[in-house]
């Protein structure tokens, strides 16, 4: 509110030709794209190697174990193997759904859809030992909120 009322009070004046300013405002303009523009790049840059679906290439000889999804729970192995390159075979028998594997510190490592009919492989590779949480990321139905899984990783 205070930005609003400074810049109503330092725009009174007489009126200025468009000439005058738009050449600084272009100017302005381009070194605020460059700016996002490098800033995105760099981002993107730092980001890559949290990718999660860099082990896809260890897939063909990986062990595959079957997760489902239906309103409103996941059926899928109790315990999965640490620092192993697995698949998670993923599928849905009612509507879609989102599968979003948590960490023990609470950090998103892996996500797929989850569809009837179809069977999406998730490659993934458990890096910390401990209680893995597996939540539900595409509206479902009225219980979406409360379907969650969970699983151990030893
Ligand atoms: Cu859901």
Redesign the pocket.
């Known amino acids: 509110m205070s930005a609003l009322v400074a810049v109503a009070l330092t725009a009174r004046g007489p009126a200025v030709e468009q000439s005058a300013v738009q050449k600084p405002g272009y100017r302005l303009r381009t070194v605020w794209f460059r700016g996002l523009g490098a800033v995105a790049i760099v981002a993107f840059v730092l980001s890559l190697p949290a990718f999660p679906y860099r082990h896809r290439s260890q897939a063909a000889e990986a062990q595959h174990h079957p997760v489902t999804a239906l309103q409103?729970a996941f059926v899928m192995p109790p315990v999965l193997p640490f620092d192993t390159p697995i698949v998670l075979d993923v599928t849905a028998t009612d509507v879609n759904?989102?599968i979003g594997i948590y960490d023990p510190d609470g950090r998103i490592i892996a996500q797929v859809q989850a569809m009837p009919g179809y069977t999406n492989p998730l490659p993934v590779v458990f890096k910390k030992p401990g209680q893995y949480v597996v939540l539900?990321m595409?509206?479902?139905?009225i219980a979406?909120h409360i379907?969650r899984g969970s699983f151990e990783v030893r």
């Open positions: 409103f759904h989102g539900c595409e509206y479902c139905g979406h379907m």
